[in-house]
């Protein structure tokens, strides 16, 4: 079955370091989409793409980059991790614009 | 600004009782919405979806009713069950080709 899974699904690290989350999705859905989900704010998104080579800031997007080099993957990077970033992460994948996203099982990021 | 809310953030309801859930946007050019289920530990799941041109659409035990006069959205349990205990999120596909969640609405279903 065709499915969106991210890794890790748990990750301690210190502040300043780079953090990398995975992200694969094996619906060749064209849009992905990461979200971070805190207490008090829902889900409130990061950055999304719409195919290949594209990507876009969303709401919350200082402190985080995204790549996409193919259409399965798009990983999202912490480029110097600061404790305001620990929370949980979605990743999210969509065949077009408006049409139902699904979502990974998400990953639980600790800055200490 | 665009945004999209909730009015209650926490819904305690009886079992078998029915529940409403509801949901406000203020975009008026969005044309697709959405309501999701999101159980502890787990990413949200999509429940039904609705787009502009409809005011209704039903599903299993759901219902999604949509008043674009108001700009409002409501999702509707039938029935509620204890596996029906979670976070529901709307959310709504912006015109700039986002999509964006409420803060969520947790309900609580009591034996």
């Known amino acids: 079955d065709a499915e969106i899974t991210q890794s890790p699904r748990h990750k301690i690290t210190e502040t300043g370091r780079q953090v990398t989350l995975a992200c694969h999705q094996t619906?060749?859905?064209?849009?992905m989409f990461w979200y971070r989900q805190d207490l008090g704010h829902g889900l409130r998104l990061i950055h999304y793409s719409y195919g290949v080579q594209d990507t876009n800031k969303g709401e919350v997007s200082d402190g985080y980059s995204v790549s996409r080099s193919n259409t399965e993957d798009l990983p999202l990077t912490l480029e110097s991790a600061a404790s305001s970033q620990t929370s949980v992460y979605f990743c999210?994948?969509?065949?077009?614009?408006?049409?139902?996203?699904?979502f990974g099982q998400g990953t639980r990021l600790t800055v200490v | 600004g665009e945004s999209v809310g909730l009015h209650l953030p926490t819904l305690s309801v009886q079992e078998g009782d029915n529940s409403i859930i509801n949901c406000a946007y203020s975009n008026s050019a969005s044309d697709y919405f959405i309501w999701y289920k999101q159980e502890s530990g787990k990413g949200p799941q999509f429940i039904i979806d609705?787009?502009?041109?409809?005011d209704k659409r039903q599903g299993q035990r759901v219902t999604v009713l949509l008043n674009k006069t108001v700009k409002h959205l409501s999702l509707q349990i039938a029935a509620t069950q204890p596996g029906d205990s979670a976070v529901y999120f709307c959310a709504e596909w912006k015109s700039q080709g986002n999509l964006i969640f409420g803060k969520g609405t947790k309900l609580s279903v009591k034996p």
């Open positions: 999210a994948s969509s065949r077009e614009e408006d049409t139902e996203a699904f």
């Open positions: 619906w060749n859905h064209n849009n």
């Open positions: 609705i787009r502009s041109n409809m």
